[in-house]
């Protein structure tokens, strides 16, 4: 029973420090590559506004 509890341990300690390093990458990658948005025109957004408002399918 001892034998299988320090075989955990060290299976558990293995996979959390796994988890910690793709963290790590993953924070990395965030930091070094912010996030893209989208900026929309005001005539491109008072455009989809009026197609919308009349009622018509706009296939999404």
Known sequence: ???RHAKRE???ARRKEAI???RE???EWNR???A???VYDACVQAAI???YSRGRYMGD
């Open 49 to 51: 506004s009026a197609e």
């Open 20 to 22: 910690r390093k793709e």
């Open 10 to 12: 060290v299976s558990d």
């Open 32 to 34: 070094t590559h912010p």
């Open 1 to 3: 029973m001892a034998w």
């Open 36 to 38: 893209k948005t989208v």
């Open 25 to 27: 990458v993953r924070e």
